[in-house]
């Protein structure tokens, strides 16, 4: 499973672009990066997913370079209600059941 | 509502009770999860369901028992759990190894668990 590294926490204000970052050096062909938002005594919500270059939906952007070793979840003109915690993920899709696994995620906090 | 039902959402226990926790997908998802996040900690992935039968089981004490009856169903049976149990249970289920599916998984909400 390739490992990924992301900021623990980020903090920033209402109505700013916030981009995460993950690193994901040891990414293989047939993993994809998919990213997880959870809130608070909630299950993760799914965000996003993509292979390579970019893919947007009406939620988020995501950054893929052409290495594939980092990707960026790029979240516009945040508000208050997106503070939560976001997860970066990397393996095989459609995943194999027992390879999704969570690291420790970017806390995000939103001010006003 | 993510079709992932999840009871009963708060329970206190004893350690020497006997419960059980009770997942149910709406989704025609073939495999199912049983997740614990504690506090400040990651998700730790506790069992895995696929068509029904266990392919993961990471390590978790025996005190933990799943049970999949059939594809919609997942259960956590606990019985004699420590105080360090306390923690949100999380059901998921996802659509797994089939082309052009993104292998999303999709949670409940949750059971908070207290154990004193």
């Known amino acids: 499973l390739a490992k990924t590294t992301q900021p623990i926490s980020m903090d920033s204000y209402e109505g700013q672009e916030v981009n995460i970052t993950c690193s994901h050096n040891n990414i293989a062909t047939n993993d994809y990066i998919t990213w997880y938002q959870q809130f608070p005594s909630q299950g993760p919500r799914f965000i996003i997913q993509?292979?390579?270059t970019k893919v947007t939906n009406e939620v988020a952007s995501l950054f893929i370079p052409a290495d594939r070793k980092s990707s960026t979840l790029s979240l516009p003109r945040v508000s208050l209600s997106d503070t939560a915690v976001y997860y970066c993920l990397v393996g095989e899709a459609p995943s194999s059941a027992s390879k999704i696994i969570f690291g420790s995620g970017t806390r995000l906090s939103i001010r006003p | 509502e993510t079709g992932v039902t999840q009871t009963p959402r708060h329970l206190v226990m004893g350690m020497t009770n006997k419960k059980s926790l009770k997942c149910e997908q709406h989704l025609g998802h073939n495999a199912m999860y049983w997740y614990k996040q504690s506090a400040k900690k990651p998700l730790e992935l506790m069992f895995v369901y696929s068509l029904e039968e266990r392919v993961e089981n990471n390590s978790v004490p025996s005190r933990f028992s799943p049970e999949c009856p059939n594809s919609s169903h997942l259960f956590l049976h606990l019985h004699t759990l420590q105080p360090e149990d306390s923690a949100l249970y999380l059901c998921?289920?996802?659509?797994?190894?089939?082309?052009?599916?993104?292998?999303?998984?999709?949670f409940g909400e949750g059971s908070r668990l207290t154990v004193l």
């Open positions: 998921a289920s996802s659509q797994d190894g089939h082309g052009g599916n993104t292998g999303e998984l999709f």
């Open positions: 993509g292979y390579k």
